[in-house]
């Protein structure tokens, strides 16, 4: 079982805007702005979407954006493109010994 | 730009050791960045194995810190991780990554190697 959870899957149609929830703990998502995102392709290593939260790394389109609000952070993806389809996982650091946590991943299907 | 690529044996036998080492290009190891191991078992999510700074200084996942030995060589601008004691249940992608800042996001990642544990 992962620290954060995140829903399994989520879907939308192209154009839409779709959000992914990432809950944790005050020890982890809502003590601290290190909550980051990630897409990961089938086969394919992981991508940085977001860090610190709402930060976009460059190259990345504005139709990603994150937020917090307590111990759930959230990713918006608008404007869904077919391109969009992939697994996205949240992370965070942690207080705790473990130091960085992830969420169990969600597979977003573009219809 | 900063590449990461990982190398090592892609089938380890159940008790052995498992090596892999992370060759850093375009950039320094030395510069202020920690670096990091993920891995991913087949069809699951990520797991943080560990990091280390080019001074030395390494932080490691509880779960696994009895079994991880993590190491920096600036001489070659690569970082390792060894894993020893290895089962079924280390079967995974390995990743290797650079950390933004302290305890920030993995924002340069290899490409991944699958290693398998396996007689």
């Known amino acids: 079982q992962s620290a954060l959870t995140q829903p399994a899957s989520v879907s939308g149609s192209p154009g839409q805007s779709i959000t992914i929830s990432c809950t944790g703990t005050s020890s982890d998502v809502g003590g601290y702005n290190y909550v980051s995102w990630y897409q990961q392709h089938p086969g394919k290593a992981p991508k940085l979407m977001i860090y610190e939260v709402s930060n976009r790394p460059s190259g990345v389109p504005d139709r990603f954006s994150g937020s917090k609000s307590g111990n759930t952070a959230s990713l918006t993806i608008s404007g869904l493109q077919a391109e969009d389809e992939a697994d996205y996982y949240c992370s965070s650091y942690t207080s705790s010994s473990t130091r960085v946590v992830f969420g169990g991943g969600t597979k977003l299907t573009v219809l | 730009q900063v590449q990461l690529q990982e190398s090592g044996p892609g089938l380890v036998k159940p008790s052995g050791t498992l090596s892999l080492t992370c060759a850093v290009s375009g950039g320094s190891i030395s510069s202020s960045n920690w670096w990091s191991w993920v891995r991913q078992p087949p069809g699951k999510g990520l797991e943080w194995i560990g990091e280390?700074?080019?001074?030395?200084?390494?932080n490691y996942n509880p779960s696994l810190k009895s079994r991880v030995t993590i190491s920096v060589d600036k001489s070659k601008n690569q970082f390792s991780l060894k894993l020893s004691s290895v089962t079924a249940a280390d079967t995974a992608v390995y990743y290797c990554?650079?950390?933004?800042?302290?305890?920030?996001?993995?924002?340069?990642w290899g490409q991944g190697t699958m290693v398998t544990v396996s007689s």
């Open positions: 280390i700074y080019h001074s030395g200084s390494t």
């Open positions: 990554a650079r950390v933004l800042s302290v305890h920030d996001a993995f924002d340069i």
